[in-house]
C-alpha cells in the first residue's frame, strides 16, 4: 500500500448495505466510524483500554477532527484503513492522522486527522496526560507531514 507514513495500524473493512448513501456510496460518517474504531483498536494495540482511561480518569478527546474524502466507494469494496500518531508533546495534546486506501487500485479514499487533547474525564477539563500516556503513545509517534 501507498500509505503516508510508515508502520501504520490497519483495518481491513468493506462497505455494507446500511452504510451506503442514496448516491450508491459509502456515507461520508461511515468513514468517521472507522476511523473511531482504528483509533481505539490502535490505541488498545498500545497497551490502552477504555478501562485504564476510567482508572486513571484521562482521556484522549477529539479537538478537532478534519477528513478529506478525494474518491468515493461502493458496496462491499475492500479498503484499509490506517492510522497514526504524528505528534504529541506529552503534556496536553497528542495528533492522529488516517488513510483510507481501496484495495483493488491503491488510491486513497479518505485522509483525516484529529488533533487530541487530554481530559480529566470527571469534570471534563484539560490535564496533563499521565505518564502511563507517555509511555504507551510517544514511541509510536511518527513525524509529522503537511495534510491531510
Request: hydrophobic share 40%; proline share 7%; glycine share 6%.
Amino acid at each position: 500500500m501507498a500509505w503516508d507514513f510508515a508502520h501504520p495500524h490497519t483495518l481491513q473493512v468493506a462497505p455494507q448495505g446500511d452504510e451506503i448513501d442514496g448516491l450508491s456510496h459509502t456515507n461520508n460518517a461511515v468513514y468517521v466510524q472507522w476511523c473511531e474504531r482504528v483509533a481505539w483498536a490502535h490505541s488498545r494495540a498500545l497497551g490502552l483500554r477504555l478501562d485504564d482511561y476510567r482508572r486513571l480518569d484521562r482521556a484522549m478527546a477529539i479537538r478537532r477532527g478534519e477528513y478529506d474524502y478525494p474518491l468515493p466507494t461502493t458496496l462491499h469494496e475492500p479498503l484499509m484503513v490506517a492510522t497514526w500518531l504524528v505528534g504529541s508533546d506529552c503534556r496536553l495534546s497528542l495528533q492522529r492522522r488516517f488513510q483510507v486506501v481501496r484495495e483493488r487500485d491503491q488510491a486513497t479514499v479518505l485522509r483525516g486527522a484529529w488533533a487530541l487533547v487530554c481530559i480529566e474525564i470527571s469534570s471534563g477539563r484539560a490535564r496533563r496526560m499521565p505518564a502511563e500516556f507517555c509511555q504507551a503513545y510517544l514511541p509510536a509517534v511518527v513525524p509529522p507531514q503537511p495534510g491531510p
